[in-house]
Each structure stands twice: as structure tokens, then as C-alpha cells.
Nanobody, 124 residues
Framework: QVQLVESGGGLVQAGGSLRLSCVFS????????IAWFRQAPGNEREFVTA????????LYADSVKGRFTVSRDNAKNTVYLQMNSLKPEDTAVYYC?????????????????WGQGTQVTVSS
């Protein structure tokens, strides 16, 4: 059974950086595309970014382009989200999610497995 565990969240000032990690277990990571979503209180879950099985393809939400970078290390069973130039509006619980490697998508309903989330808070 696939399990995803996020870490790396915390409190940071606006303009700062954080790196989130998503550790994957239970299957072979290279068989899956991985996405990051976020959800702020009172808001729907929002797509952030996705990365293909070998890291060769990525997809970003317009709101994070140029500030966030997704990467993966299949040998370490880990996917990363480097977040720079953070803004207060980036405050949310961040989730990683996995789906079989058949194309990148921003649709949360197409992801089969989800982590428990990690809180990111950006102060102004």
C-alpha cells in the first residue's frame, strides 16, 4: 500500500524559503507521478505543482511559477518542493499526492494516494 509522508513545513517570514519533502513508500516511486496541493482554511484544495515519473516533465500553477520548484529523487523515494519568495497567501496545509505515471494533471480527483499534510505559515 502506498504511503506518503510530508515534512518540512513551519513558520517563515514573507520573502523567506522552505523546502518540503514527501517520502513515498509501499511501491516503486518511479511508477508514479507526484503532485503537491495546498488548502487554506475555508478554501478548496488547490493545485500547486506536479512532476512526472523521472522528473523530466513538470506542471506549475500560475501563482507559484518562478518561485516554487518541484524535484524528485527516486533512489531516495522522495519528492521535494522548494519554495522561495514566500508570500502570506502561500499559507496553507501542503499535501503531496500520487497517481500512476500516465500524464500530469492538476485534478485532485485523479490522484489515488495522499499524505497527511504539513502546515506552512508565512507571516507578513
Amino acid at each position: 500500500q502506498v504511503q506518503l509522508v510530508e515534512s518540512g513545513g513551519g513558520l517563515v517570514q514573507a520573502g523567506g524559503s522552505l523546502r518540503l519533502s514527501c517520502v513515498f513508500s509501499g511501491r516503486t516511486l518511479s511508477d508514479y507521478n507526484i503532485a503537491w496541493f495546498r488548502q487554506a482554511p475555508g478554501n478548496e484544495r488547490e493545485f500547486v505543482t506536479a512532476i512526472g515519473w523521472n522528473g523530466g516533465s513538470t506542471l506549475y500553477a500560475d501563482s507559484v511559477k518562478g518561485r516554487f520548484t518541484v524535484s524528485r529523487d527516486n533512489a531516495k523515494n522522495t519528492v521535494y518542493l522548494q519554495m522561495n519568495s514566500l508570500k502570506p497567501e502561500d499559507t496553507a496545509v501542503y499535501y503531496c499526492a500520487a497517481k500512476p505515471a500516465m500524464g500530469l494533471t492538476a485534478r485532485p480527483a485523479l490522484y489515488n494516494y495522499w499524505g497527511q499534510g504539513t502546515q506552512v505559515t508565512v507571516s507578513s
